[in-house]
């Protein structure tokens, strides 16, 4: 048996009670999983959101089991807010602060040269300049600790390229260097600073992506153990790094990525050998679905293949979210619709026009999860599309019964284009409701249904 004493030593280098520490982004994905490992070290745990609705939803998951949790609404991608909230920090914990979790992060996945100014601004605030000034603001209150920790959540992405987006690798790249650098410059107030790099992990930003079939495919091909990774799997590392048993480490990156940097380099597939796999597959399902040729049906599986797909209610939460000053398109349908297929085509052939004023995406009105968007808007007929600007919902007098969405499929590729610019600046105006520029000839006739009469 051990010890009395021996015992004591254990449980203290294996548990954060007494400790305090801030966690950004943490009510969902990584940082949600993150909070509650924290927690159940025995952590007091502040932590920061962009939405309010969210954090009060955790917010009181978390005082319902009685954990010692506190938490406000920040915009880590502003220097005012990010000022805001160190100060709600220090009051909280009395001016001292044990562990700093920089987690907050996004993502915008586009062709280098399709980049605008405001997607790098958007990208590099959120993910380099937060973790960089916050930690710069934290220091007094990590000095006051006199053994703190900061852990940055980076990505393989910052190690070696992964076709995430190339300002999403350098804000990672940049994050683990700033974790060597303060590592060496900080060590001597008793703070020690690591990072840990995760490949893909079922979160709503990576969900993404991964729900397409061809894409999931490939990430589980270059990966040993054969699997995505899990949110909490992250979250021990991070905590393990917070805990006193780590005190003699810093300075390092942790990869947490199921083997993926270490596997026997390979050439990697092209994009358009994914496309081509995820062609194959929807070839049986498209062939006996409308009058449209074989070869209309392939192309337009190959351009949709292109625009992001959506099934779960997170997911159009982050896109809604996350797309600043332009306009969200979010088609409501089915891939085997031939009308569906009909607007998809159109969408993937303007998507390239509008990428500088709005977003499209493809929601499937048939998974479980977008249901509550599908009974909050009464989407009876597909397609039906939505349109959004900074998280407001957009609305458009075209002459229908119907003002909350466009229903079917439209005339042209021109005509979609010359709505979303008509939405566009309208929003930029401070309009929430615009009238279609459209002739009535041009835009589609139906009766409404309501599901629940």
């Known amino acids: 048996m051990l010890d009395t004493k021996v015992a004591d030593g254990v449980a203290s ?97 586009k062709a280098m040269t399709d980049f605008t100014t405001e997607d790098y601004q958007v990208i590099m605030n959120t993910n380099l300049e937060s973790a960089f000034h916050l930690s710069q603001l934290a220091l007094p209150l990590l000095k006051n600790s006199g053994n703190a920790c900061i852990v940055n959540v980076s990505s393989v992405a910052g190690i070696i390229a992964i076709n995430s987006g190339c300002i999403y690798a350098m804000t990672k790249a940049a994050m683990n260097q700033l974790t060597k650098s303060l590592c060496c410059e900080w060590a001597k107030f008793g703070i020690r600073v690591n990072s840990v790099s995760p490949w893909y992990i079922k979160t709503p930003l990576a969900n993404q992506v991964l729900q397409n079939e061809a894409f999931a495919a490939d990430v589980l091909s270059r990966t040993p153990m054969r699997r995505v990774g899990e949110p909490h799997e992250v979250a021990s590392a991070v905590a393990f790094l917070c805990l006193p048993a780590s005190a003699y480490i810093t300075g390092q990156n942790i990869t947490i990525d199921g083997g993926f940097t270490v596997a026997e380099p390979r050439v990697q597939e092209t994009c358009n050998t994914l496309v081509q796999r995820e062609i194959d597959r929807r070839q049986h399902k498209l062939e006996a679905l409308s009058p449209m040729s074989i070869e209309v049906k392939l192309k337009v599986a190959r351009m949709s293949y292109l625009l992001p797909n959506v099934t779960t209610k997170e997911g159009v939460d982050e896109l809604i979210l996350n797309t600043i000053d332009a306009v969200l398109v979010l088609r409501v349908g089915r891939a085997s619709d031939a009308v569906c297929l009909q607007l998809d085509d159109i969408l993937s052939k303007a998507v390239r026009e509008v990428s500088k004023f709005a977003k499209i995406a493809l929601v499937d009105v048939d998974s479980e999860e977008i249901q509550v968007y599908v009974k909050y808007f009464d989407i009876t007929l597909i397609p039906a599309t939505l349109f959004f600007f900074n998280a407001e919902h957009m609305k458009m007098d075209s002459g229908t019964p119907d003002h909350t969405k466009w229903i079917g499929a439209f005339h042209s590729k021109q005509d979609f284009i010359d709505v979303v610019e008509t939405i566009y600046r309208g929003a930029m105006k401070g309009k929430m409701i615009v009238t279609c520029p459209l002739p009535p000839e041009r835009i589609p006739k139906f009766q409404l249904l309501y599901k629940e009469i």
């Open 13 to 109: 280098r294996w548990g954060l009670h007494h400790k305090s520490a801030l966690v950004t982004g943490g009510t969902k994905g990584i940082g949600k999983a993150v909070v509650d490992e924290l927690l159940g070290l025995g952590a007091s745990v502040f932590v920061c959101a962009r939405s309010e609705e969210g954090l009060q939803d955790s917010l009181k998951e978390w005082k319902a089991a009685g954990l010692p949790v506190q938490g406000a609404t920040c915009d880590v991608s502003s220097a005012e807010s990010r000022q805001g909230l160190m100060e709600k920090v220090s009051e909280a914990f009395n001016g001292k602060l044990d562990i700093l979790v920089n987690n907050a992060g996004t993502n915008r996945r």
